[in-house]
């Protein structure tokens, strides 16, 4: 793959109503899914409100809730730009640069930077309070894969500690015994674990931690408290940063590359 140049940026995000489409698809992979309707529905965009709305109740779902964008009068395009910039540019990004690259004042250009900055932000502490757990592939030749089984990609496996610290680590594989003891040595007992409905986590309960589950093939994202946009949130950012600054990722430059994501 061609690496992903300020101008394909450009391309891809021209506007609010594209970074807007971006998110949605992102989030609803396979469509909506009406909670009103009990079913997948088509949506319209209404640009004034960053919503969609169901053609058949006009039920309103917002695909920048839970993200760090909500209820953010700052233009989407600036927001993304900004991710874009941290993504591809190896040093991270100075409020400076933003503000003067956008046209947007220093405290809203800084207080961007902050919230992607925390997003990425890690110690050293064992992980409390509320934690979630998320597998991705990345790397590989196998485009438009992707999934447990997908091939020559590299299983990393992640906790976020929801708006504080993440972990990232390059795994050999998502089996029990390779996931398992690495949740014991990054997450006290008694935390709260959100997961999605792979089999690995069942012990979770057993092995000491109050365990959640989000049901993703149902394309139910946010149950009450139960969400697992952070950590995706992470991944997206993670597999676009990474997608854009090298033509592929080989699993042996993986590591560092993640330390440098999680670490920023
Ligand atoms: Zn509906």
Redesign the pocket.
Known sequence: MDKYTLSNFQKEFPDDAACLEWLKNYRWPDGIF?Q??GKV?KHHLMTTRRSYS?Q??G?HVHPTAGTIFHKSPTPLTIWFYAVYQMAQTRGGISAKQIQRETGVSYKTAWRICNLIRRMLDEDHDPFSGEVELDETYVGGKAHGKSGRCAENKTPVFGAVKRKRKLKAVAVPNTKSKTILPIVEKTIEKGTQIYTDEYLVYDRLTRMGYNHSRILHSHNIYVIGNVHTNTIEGFWSLCKNGIRGVFHSVSPKFLQADLNEYAFR
Do not use: A, D, P, V
Request: proline residues 0%; contains cysteine.
């Open positions: 009406c009103n309707c529905t169901c058949e109740c039920n």
